[in-house]
């Protein structure tokens, strides 16, 4: 079992920037990608980010490329997502998850583990 634990999120202004952090009990299994999802209340969680090791290949949703980046500390076992020029509807509680295999990394189901979220907040 693999326990993911983010941080980071808060209230900004527009234009703003925010570097979350989704830190990893255990990387060595079941997680051989990890991404970042969020949530507004009513609507489906929709994917932001991801990232795969071998290969090493990056993802991003259309709405957040040139303006998130998500990033890894391998000794930390922490992921980062770095979000600059944020928008208030970026809004939404954030989360982390880790999966393993060979899978569609964009898409929820592809991950076994998930955080508990947390809450960015940007003003107009």
């Known amino acids: 079992q693999v326990q993911l634990v983010e941080s980071g999120g808060g209230l900004v202004q527009a234009g703003g920037s925010l570097r979350l952090s989704c830190s990893a009990s255990d990387r060595s299994s079941g997680t051989s990608f990890m991404g970042w999802f969020r949530q507004t209340p009513g609507k489906q969680r929709d994917f932001v980010a991801a990232m795969r090791w071998i290969p090493y290949l990056r993802y991003y949703s259309n709405f957040v490329k040139g303006r998130f980046a998500i990033s890894a500390d391998n000794d930390k076992n922490t992921v980062y997502l770095q979000m600059n020029s944020l928008k208030p509807e970026d809004t939404a509680v954030y989360y982390c998850?880790?999966?393993?295999?060979?899978?569609?990394?964009?898409?929820?189901?592809?991950?076994?583990?998930w955080g508990q979220g947390t809450q960015v907040t940007v003003s107009s």
């Open positions: 998850a880790v999966g393993e295999g060979d899978k569609d990394i964009t898409h929820g189901p592809a991950y076994d583990y």
